[in-house]
């Protein structure tokens, strides 16, 4: 059974921050008990999903228009894949120098969590390129359970501040996928941290109207003036000087009215921005 050793996934990780997404790790597809086959499955099963959504990246890009508006956006796309890599380039780089039990079980999660990150981030692009042919989004609805999706995001983001939540008491279930108001509110929140002020205040508030469920997510940034506002759910669109590829408000729109939901924003220059998910209550048994 073939297992790679930690210097070639070493190289095979290097060579993907240097752009080479064409290199594989040379592992056997069921070495999935030994801790370096683990990795390297999932390190190629990463670059093969890479390949093949940045073809469809550059497709979308020949539709944006102008040449200095691709440049700026493959920037932004550099970058922020170039921060998950660089997790994945450095937990290596740790087992390389140690392979002690103890190593292994403390750096494992840490490339879990960028290898999430950036299935995360191809994910966005995957939706980008649904919504670009019009094939519509891929959704798994069922009853749920909002309060654990919210306290699952609110843990994603522990280490870049507090999140006050307040909640209105016996929330309905909406009838939604769990993965996809993740996902939305993952975007949301992480738009408000990288809108707010230096000691930032996030406040995300869960209620219901009849047959619907709100969830707010309020910042204390700089705010929006009204022509900012109405282009802040356009695609590639970017306030101010905050970096990002502009996606992420474009989507979550699209998933919201996907749901049979709406999510809108609402801000005024020095007051910060609220942004109020919809969703449609789950059908009574």
């Keep these: 059974m073939r297992v790679p050793d930690l210097e070639e996934l070493l190289e095979v990780i290097s060579l993907a921050c240097l752009g080479d997404t064409t290199t ?3 592992v056997d597809p069921e070495a999935l008990d030994d801790p370096l086959g683990l990795i390297g499955n999932a390190v190629n099963v990463l670059l093969d999903d890479l390949e093949y959504r940045q073809r469809e990246r550059e497709d979308a890009l ?29 937990a290596v780089t740790v087992l390389r120098s140690s392979q002690s ?4 079980e403390a750096t494992l999660p840490l490339m879990e ?6 299935q995360r981030f191809v994910r966005q692009f995957l939706d980008l390129a649904r919504l670009e042919a019009d094939r519509g989004l891929v959704l798994e609805v069922a009853p749920m ?29 909406v009838a939604a996928d769990p993965l996809r108001v993740e996902q939305i509110l993952t975007n949301l929140v992480a738009n408000a941290f990288k809108y707010a002020r230096m000691a ?32 802040v759910f356009g695609k590639f669109e970017r306030g101010g000087v905050a970096s990002g590829a502009g996606l992420g408000l ?3 729109r699209a998933l919201a009215e996907a749901h049979g939901g709406s999510l809108s924003a609402t801000s005024r220059p020095g007051q910060g921005a609220a942004f109020v998910l919809c969703l449609p209550e789950a059908p009574r048994p």
Excluded: C
Aim: no cysteine; hydrophobic share 45%.
């Design 24 to 26: 594989r790790a040379q």
């Design 62 to 90: 020949r539709r944006v228009a102008g040449m200095e508006a691709k440049q700026e956006f493959l920037a932004y796309l550099s970058h922020d894949m170039q921060t998950p890599m660089a997790v994945l380039l450095g």
């Design 101 to 104: 039990a103890e190593d292994v």
């Design 113 to 118: 969590q960028a290898i999430e990150r950036l």
């Design 145 to 173: 359970d909002l309060e654990a999706s919210v306290k699952r995001v609110v843990d994603l983001f522990a280490d870049d501040g507090p999140i006050a939540v307040t909640s209105a008491p016996q929330l309905p279930p």
């Design 200 to 231: 930032p205040r996030i406040e995300l508030d869960a209620g219901a109207t009849p047959g619907t469920v709100e969830l707010r997510v309020v910042d204390d940034g700089p705010g929006m003036a009204p022509d900012e506002l109405a282009r």
């Design 250 to 252: 474009f989507i979550s």
